[in-house]
Nanobody, 122 residues
Framework: EVPVVESGGGAVQAGGSLRLSCAAP????????IGWFRQAPKKAREGILC????????YSADSVKGRFTIARDNAKNLLYLQMNNLKPEDTAVYYC???????????????WGQGTHVTVSA
């Protein structure tokens, strides 16, 4: 099993920013559809941002559009999630996911990280 490791979670006040990172040694991220998902307490996991393998196109859920961005650093083989203007409803466990479906916001991935907690206080 290939390890997928997220980092950068934590607690922040509303309006603040955080950047999450994802590393997957042994997996060339540029070869796959990759993205970020999150699961808030008592809610289903949702895809929030993903980036396509072939052309680098990105897709965003409406809930984070305009506030969160996804970026892939091919030189470092890392995936990032930049979260700005955070809101209390963004509180969730955030997961990095690798090898997604063509509809890359759908809840499926061959590889999942263990998740990192993000807590946003009012």
């Amino acid at each position: 099993e290939v390890p997928v490791v997220e980092s950068g979670g934590g607690a922040v006040q509303a309006g603040g920013s955080l950047r999450l990172s994802c590393a997957a040694p042994g997996v060339i991220l540029d070869n796959y559809n990759i993205g970020w998902f999150r699961q808030a307490p008592k809610k289903a996991r949702e895809g929030i941002l993903c980036i396509k393998r072939y052309n680098g196109s990105t897709y965003s859920a409406d809930s984070v559009k305009g506030r969160f961005t996804i970026a892939r650093d091919n030189a470092k083989n890392l995936l990032y999630l930049q979260m700005n203007n955070l809101k209390p409803e963004d509180t969730a466990v955030y997961y990095c996911a690798i090898d997604l479906l063509n509809n890359c916001l759908r809840d499926y991935a061959r590889l999942w990280g263990q998740g990192t907690h993000v807590t946003v206080s009012a």
